[in-house]
């Protein structure tokens, strides 16, 4: 599959359509947000198992975003069965599936790479059974958190465009990693503009929070306000999945609902 190679504005112009396509319809991504919040909350619940599930379900609930979005931008009622329109094909199902456990292997592949090099400076701030020294842990691992970091773009490029073409043009998992990665790579700097334009979006709302903090507002009730934004935030990061695909693949490749 040929990717077009975009702007370097498309990264900016991906969030606006994101934000075009919630405004269409906000109940619905708003839900989704919700519900997303929920189980990344529920998975942080269950030490180590929650969150290899929620890796794994990673592929399949962006599939389910991506549908979400289609179905809005093509002016259909975003109805509460549409959601689980994805889960029923029992093929594609199995693709997202098998795409999940990939991703959750490179992700541990990634964070036992990260970590090995510096398994003996964790060791030594660790100690052996007496009191831990968080500073000298913190230092410990930031190497391992940037080197997961730097993996971790690469793992994002193989992944980011996959449950698309795995899901609608059901294009084998290898083929699929592949033009997900050749896709980001050539749009490499609209890619660094959506990735830097999210920043600074999400420092903002995080800002916000300082302020009101620090005009005397109690942190809890700064959280509970802050909420709904975050959430919204959120939705739209979510919306946004979808131009950013269908701008590199959708004009040459137009899927199958």
Sequence with gaps: MQAAILPVRAGWQWIQDGARIFRLQPMPMFFWSLMTG???????????????ALITAMPLLTFMSLC????????????????????????????LIRLGLAYLACCLAGGFVATLP????????IGSGGPINELDLMKAVRGPFITFGLLYVVISALFWHAPALVGWHRIKL???????MVACWRNKLAFLVYGLSWGAVFLAVQLLGNLLTDLGMSPSLAQILLTPLNLIVAAILYCSFYPAYISVFGANYPTVK
């Design 118 to 125: 510096f398994m003996s400076n964790i060791m030594d701030a």
């Design 68 to 95: 979400a979005c289609r179905h809005i931008a093509d002016g259909d009622p975003m109805l509460m069965p549409m959601w689980l329109e994805p889960l029923r094909n029992p093929d594609g199902r199995k693709r």
């Design 38 to 52: 929920f189980l990344i909350t529920l998975a942080y619940m269950i030490p180590l198992l929650g969150q290899m």
């Design 174 to 180: 290898t083929q699929a990693l592949f033009f997900s």
